[in-house]
């Protein structure tokens, strides 16, 4: 009860020690009319930490007019923020202390790449945009994941908790209980989706997972559908929150299918968190999460489960940090 406690009060700042208040619009009930505007070019990603992503992805964007490059380069910057617990090698370890992990990247026609359970590399966006473009295959993990990190050129990085890490794992070891609950001391993974002014789309989602997981648990983000889904004729859709819950009802793939079928992106995400308090409800009580969307005219739409999910939205007009409506 007191992590949600906190998870709210954390909710109630959000942005407000960095992002103008004026930036700051909240969204107290759900209004699937309210994302009814139509924006191209248009980038959105997962909470605070969006805010300096998408700036570096807006760049991008500018300069090379691709995408993909701008969603790489985007959570790129989330990567290496020693401030975020959740992405990047200084994320939260898991109970041994290891810090491992998931990334995936799409494009609009349907190409991806991810990488799973990857050891001691700081991007593993950008191995995950390689096996994409340099192998066969959707996803590599663990090993031979690192492995292909290596032959690829990537550094390896030496295998030590940022300070921030090692001191919440010391704190953790002390009741080393297993309780894979969000709350704000273990989430906040990098979801980025973007549509290009020519209609190109893609999408991003990096983290370190869930803290104190099992050596070995994957979540959603590495999982194309879960964490991640594009498809050019339909639009995108991304995810954060427990993993858990979103692989249980292919979050991100049910959004853009209910947005095929005609619903917009706002209702497509509260449709999806429907769908998931539906098949989670026993452990409902411990679990956020957060759905982006845009469907390929440029609206846009995002739904959590519960309050305190924030999200950011660049285009041309404007950038700015959002709280998103929410089911409970
Ligand atoms: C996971 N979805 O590994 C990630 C965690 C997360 O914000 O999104 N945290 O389950």
Redesign the pocket.
Known sequence: MSSRRTFIKKSLVAGSALIPLQLVQSCATSDASSNSEKFKPLILATWDHGMPANDRAWEVLGQTGSVIDAVEEGVKVTELDMDNL?VGLQGLPDREGIATL?ASIMKGDGSCGSVAFLRQIKHPISVARKVMEETPHVMLAGEGARQFAIAKGFPLEEEILSPKAAKAFEAWKVDSQYKPI?NIEN???IGMIALGADGQMAGSCT?S??AYKMHGRV???PIIGA?LFVDEEVGAATA????ES?IRICGSFLIVELMRQGRSPQEACEEAVRRLISKNRKDLDDLQVGFLAFNKDGEYGAYALRQGFTYALHHTDEKVLRNSTYAI
């Open positions: 959740s998931d969000i989430h906040d993974t983290t997972g869930l979540g959603d983000s964490g954060t929150g427990l993993g979103i």
